[in-house]
DNA sequence: GTGGCATTGAAAGGTTGTTGAAAGGTTGTG
DNA sequence: CACAACCTTTCAACAACCTTTCAATGCCAC
């Protein structure tokens, strides 16, 4: 998790990069707004932390160019202006959250948590097999980045597939998930089914092989 | 936009209720925390508003269990404890932001406003889906900058589908979002108010795709 | 109050996608 | 070859959704 910290006390930014760096981020830190925007031209960052008092421009400036450059990345404001107009002023020009020093590191460290955890939750793919990704939390199935629009039956089956990937799934396992009330699925319904899916992921590279009396496995068709 | 506000303390919640509300959030009540589960089980709420110190059970118990639960709406916690171990503890427990009393309603709002930007909107003050924009400060719907003049439960529904455009939005929470009192209201009657918001947005190059089965989902005309 | 207008949601019928039984063909095994 | 397991296609029943209509209700100006 990179962090980019604008400030340009050095004793207090010392302070900030050793005691984050401690807690596993990984801080740049730029002295003055113009050396903060070149830095983001080079790197990608995931959150900045802007104290608004720097030396060649206003720190709210920075923060309102950001913003209206699209740069949505979390801003944490740190600064010595505790005027209640001030921190309206900051949060309402796009800063997430705003905090007047002297504060505490502990309570700095907290609120950076809280921003990434809150932007940075639950965003990934939980199983990527050949050009078909699984994502579980939204319930599709990505084709090349695309929803692939399964019914919910054909999901379902291509799901267990997907996270057993590799492995035999047998048929009873599949009917017990396709039945909706205990009373399972005949056998020929569950070969409809992964006729219907084989034919849907067919043309992505994925492929469902059949062993006989035992069960089904996806592989990706070239292993 | 609802809030839910869990407050015993009845002359400051009046106030809060009254300023919100002015501002334009829809706000509710609670006195204690069981209230507060209560009402979320029948009612849909995007941001909460959680004072420590409960009646019945201490609020870090009930932002704990909220989390454990996985509701992941954002949270800010409302308190006079200010010590810093309890600042960080909230924040560490799953609150997004943490003000102590005695506060400044407008800062208050400022916070609510930035969590509500933060979680629903990227960063940006408005949400803009083809010529729709929706503006989360005043609450309007613009559709070429013009106030669409929606009724308010085409609002409603209008409103969940711009703040999760992109996302699936299933039947039920619009359900629980239109319905004043826990008695969800009928899958047609859902339906009847997806046809009228879907003639409405039609000319403005914005689109409510069907997911069978899964909800519904706001998106661009040519996408 | 009262008439007029917007809003609301129940009802009913039409449309469309989903489901799985049925039936016949194919492949592998003993 | 005989048999079982599996493949493939078809189709009717079904459930989810769309659309229109309309009576009940709330609201506002007069």
Redesign the interface.
Known sequence: MNILLVEDDAVLADGLVYTLSKSGYSVTCATTGVYAEHLMLAQDFDLIVLDLGLPDMDGLTLLRQL?RR?V?M?ILILTARDG?ND??QG??Q????YMTKPF?L??LE??I??LIR??Y?GFHNDIVIGRLALNTR??QILADGQDM?L??REYAVLEILLLQAGKVVCKERLAQRLSTEGDALADNAIEVYIHRVRKRIEPYGAVIRTLRGLGYLLETADA
Chains 1, 2 share one sequence.
């Open positions: 913003r699209k949505s979390p209640i921190r309206i949060i309402e796009g800063a997430d959250d505490e502990r309570e907290a609120r948590h809280a809150r932007c939750a939204d319930h629009m019914s919910p």
